[in-house]
């Protein structure tokens, strides 16, 4: 099994930055990808960013140029750099990442998520 435990959320105003992180820990015998999606009351979950363990990363257009995904393998850690935030960007940010608890055998988690408010 492994888990994910994210941290950095909180209360900042609008044009300000936060930093999150996710640990995965537990008996993982290698990371895939780790990402991060959002959401907010009464609204869908969605992807904001992912990231290879090889460094690929893509992202969701509304914080394209603003969100920086980052990974530390060695960490088994995750970083969500957010930059310029917007109130918009207000919501639960979750990790999720898919691990191989043994070889070839990936398997999903998610993490307990993190609120980020953005205040205008």
């Known amino acids: 099994q492994a888990q994910l435990v994210e941290s950095g959320g909180g209360l900042v105003q609008a044009g300000g930055t936060l930093r999150l992180s996710c640990a995965a820990s537990?008996?993982?015998?290698?990371?895939?990808?780790m990402a991060w999606h959002r959401q907010a009351p009464g609204k869908q979950r969605e992807l904001v960013a992912v990231?290879?363990?090889?460094?690929?990363?893509n992202y969701a257009d509304s914080v394209k140029g603003r969100f920086t995904i980052s990974i530390d393998n060695a960490k088994r850690t995750t970083y969500l750099q957010m930059n310029s935030l917007k109130p918009e960007d207000t919501s639960t940010y979750y990790c999720a990442a898919v691990v191989n608890i043994v070889p070839g055998s990936p398997r999903f988690y998610w993490g307990p998520g993190t609120q980020v408010t953005v205040s205008s």
């Open positions: 990231i290879t363990s090889g460094g690929s990363t």
């Open positions: 537990g008996s993982i015998f290698s990371i895939n990808t």
